[in-house]
């Protein structure tokens, strides 16, 4: 933060976000003319030397908020700044449409879009061609940047004969070597096996962390959010559903779609029967007779004789002889099915209405298919939310 002063008094002024949106909206046109708005009144903020992936199912949106942020796709309204330079505006009287070459900013795609025929060197390179950099300092700022992402060794080697983690590499050292400050991520490991992904993503976070580029990362995959993510922006149906860090999205919902969305979650549905100021009394035939839950602490306080929903996660369930330790719910079932996954066991178990519940615990749990069970789930790590309406 930089200090202005004004009138003798130093007053703090706040410095530029790397990408600040204002009210976007961007609408395309069916053939069979109808019309879809995968950007709808997004409004969103990423500071300077942050991680920031946008998750979301198919048709969320995301690719087309990081296409609109690269100025490959045109939005309808709103506003987009960089660096606190406007590059899209359509707020005011004139509008203001600065194309992708000049945005200053790199981008890195599913496929890597290396050219097949040119060396390491000549694709890192082809940027500053395009701009006209003199070959001298062309030379030496690829050398530069391939020593800084460790692919050196494979400078004359042509982008077929490089492992996926090489490739990754050379994308990324294309990227930075116009020395932009945001680098955008259209799903670049979503082609990689699981094993050379999560080494990849290991090596995309040291690197951002060691250069300190802002990072815009697009991804449906979950886990890669969780790992890579400063905050995490999931998207539904073009707006940002909850814009939080990666355990705040997973532990504190802001709404049924996230919890649901984001990991694995049980789920009941049951009747408010009664209501206080910070806890909700449910009933649901056969499983829950009269149990206390917390209220919801976010969206709408749902009335006597509405439905709401219950969530919590496999890990923080219980198994008991006799209630929970602290104040919660207690549900019976019968285990129907054991599973042994290496780092954890997950057993699934039914309740009395036919819900599914599972239960994440380290070690295999004892007994047969047909054992019952009693199931216990702390009140603080339950989440309650009213059913939507109009969704």
């Given at each position: 933060?930089?200090?202005?002063?004004?009138?003798?008094?130093?007053v703090?002024?706040?410095?530029?976000?790397?990408?600040?949106?204002?009210?976007?909206?961007?609408?395309?046109?069916?053939?069979?003319?109808?019309?879809?708005?995968?950007?709808?009144?997004?409004?969103?903020?990423?500071?300077?030397?942050?991680?920031l992936?946008?998750?979301?199912?198919?048709?969320?949106?995301k690719?087309?908020?990081?296409?609109?942020?690269?100025?490959?796709?045109?939005?309808?309204?709103?506003?987009?700044?960089?660096?606190?330079?406007?590059?899209?505006?359509?707020?005011?009287?004139?509008?203001?449409?600065?194309?992708?070459?000049r945005?200053?900013?790199?981008?890195?795609?599913?496929?890597?879009?290396?050219?097949?025929?040119?060396?390491?060197?000549?694709?890192?390179?082809?940027?500053?061609?395009?701009?006209k950099?003199?070959?001298?300092?062309?030379?030496?700022?690829?050398?530069?940047?391939?020593?800084?992402?460790?692919?050196?060794?494979?400078?004359?080697?042509?982008?077929g004969?490089?492992?996926?983690?090489?490739?990754?590499?050379?994308?990324?050292?294309?990227?930075?070597?116009?020395?932009?400050?945001?680098i955008?991520?259209?799903?670049p490991?979503?082609?990689?096996?699981?094993k050379?992904?999560?080494?990849?993503?290991?090596?995309l976070?040291?690197?951002?962390?060691?250069?300190?580029?802002?990072?815009?990362?697009?991804?449906?995959?979950?886990?890669?959010?969780?790992?890579?993510?400063?905050?995490?922006?999931?998207?539904?149906?073009?707006?940002?559903?909850?814009?939080?860090?990666?355990?705040?999205?997973?532990?504190?919902?802001s709404?049924?779609?996230?919890?649901?969305?984001?990991?694995?979650?049980?789920?009941?549905?049951?009747?408010v029967?009664?209501?206080?100021?910070?806890?909700?009394?449910?009933?649901?035939?056969?499983?829950?007779?009269?149990?206390r839950?917390?209220?919801?602490?976010?969206g709408?306080?749902?009335?006597?004789?509405?439905?709401?929903?219950?969530?919590?996660?496999?890990?923080?369930?219980?198994?008991?002889?006799?209630?929970?330790?602290?104040?919660?719910?207690?549900?019976?079932?019968e285990?129907?099915?054991?599973r042994?996954?290496?780092?954890?066991s997950?057993?699934?178990?039914?309740?009395?209405?036919?819900s599914?519940?599972?239960?994440?615990?380290?070690?295999?749990l004892?007994?047969?298919?047909?054992?019952?069970?009693?199931?216990?789930?702390?009140?603080?790590?339950?989440?309650?939310?009213?059913?939507?309406?109009?969704?």
């Open positions: 933060m930089t200090i202005d002063q004004r009138d003798g008094v130093a703090p002024v706040r410095e530029a976000a790397a990408v600040q949106v204002d009210g976007l909206v961007k609408t395309f046109g069916r053939a069979n003319g109808t019309t879809v708005t995968p950007i709808d009144d997004v409004t969103l903020t990423i500071e300077k030397g942050e991680f992936v946008l998750l979301g199912p198919s048709g969320c949106g690719t087309t908020l990081l296409r609109c942020i690269a100025g490959l796709e045109t939005p309808d309204r709103g506003s987009i700044e960089l660096l606190g330079r406007k590059v899209f505006d359509r707020t005011g009287r004139r509008p203001v449409v600065v194309p992708p070459e945005r200053g900013l790199g981008m890195i795609f599913q496929s890597y879009a290396l050219w097949p025929h040119l060396t390491v060197a000549r694709n890192v390179a082809y940027p500053l061609e395009a701009a950099v003199p070959k001298a300092e062309r030379r030496e700022r690829v050398a530069r940047v391939l020593e800084l992402v460790g692919v050196s060794e494979v400078a004359g080697q042509l982008p004969r490089l492992s996926g983690g090489q490739q990754q590499r050379v994308a990324l050292a294309r990227a930075l070597v116009a020395e932009p400050s945001l955008l991520f259209d799903e490991l979503s082609n990689v096996d699981a050379v992904r999560e080494e990849l993503r290991l090596q976070l040291e690197m951002q962390r060691r250069i300190g580029f802002t990072a815009v990362y697009v991804t449906h995959d979950q886990v890669e959010a969780m790992e890579l993510a400063d905050r995490i922006a999931v998207l539904r149906s073009g707006r940002v559903a909850q814009l939080a860090a990666p355990d705040a999205v997973y532990d504190r919902p709404s049924r779609y996230v919890a649901t969305f984001i990991g694995t979650a049980n789920e009941l549905t049951a009747q029967v009664e209501r206080a100021d910070d806890t909700l009394t449910v009933s649901l035939p056969g499983v829950l007779d009269r149990a839950v917390p209220a919801p602490t976010a709408r306080r749902p009335a006597v004789g509405e439905q709401v929903h219950l969530i919590w996660r496999p890990e923080r369930t219980v198994v008991t002889t006799d209630g929970p330790a602290e104040p919660g719910i207690v549900l019976d079932a285990r129907v099915l054991g042994y996954l290496g780092a954890f997950e057993t699934i178990a039914v309740l009395r209405d036919g599914e519940v599972r239960v994440v615990t380290p070690a295999p004892p007994g047969a298919r047909g054992d019952g069970l009693r199931l216990a789930v702390a009140a603080r790590d339950l989440r309650v939310f009213a059913q939507e309406t109009g969704a």
